[in-house]
């Protein structure tokens, strides 16, 4: 059973840099898209970046030129580097994975970020 553990969230101000990590445990599939999502209060969960492992990254517009997504297949984990962080960026983020042959879908358990103005 695939498990997922993000660490990294917290407080920052606006302007700083926050590094979210998700580390996968389990059988993974080599193809496979990992990334991230999050949701805001009052708000539907949605896309920041995916990393596949065949093909190219992409980011939400809101983000790009700001975050960075980059994975460590030896160890099934990716990051998330948020660099100049605003207070719309307030959130729980949620790493995802993908995976292809067996197909499944898989969450992690959520991290807030909180940037204050």
């Known amino acids: 059973q695939v498990q997922l553990v993000e660490s990294g969230g917290g407080l920052v101000q606006a302007g700083g840099s926050l590094t979210l990590s998700c580390a996968a445990s389990?059988?993974?599939?080599?193809?496979?898209?990992m990334g991230w999502y999050r949701q805001a209060p009052g708000k539907q969960r949605e896309l920041v970046a995916q990393?596949?492992?065949?093909?190219?990254?992409n980011y939400a517009d809101s983000v790009k030129g700001r975050f960075t997504i980059s994975r460590d297949n030896a160890k099934n984990t990716w990051y998330l580097q948020m660099n100049s962080l605003k207070p719309d960026d307030t959130a729980v983020y949620y790493c995802?994975?993908?995976?292809?042959?067996?197909?499944?879908?898989?969450w992690g358990h959520g991290t807030q970020v909180t940037v204050s103005s």
């Open positions: 995802n994975l993908k995976t292809i042959l067996p197909s499944g879908n898989y």
């Open positions: 389990g059988s993974i599939s080599s193809v496979n898209v």
């Open positions: 990393s596949p492992s065949v093909g190219s990254t």
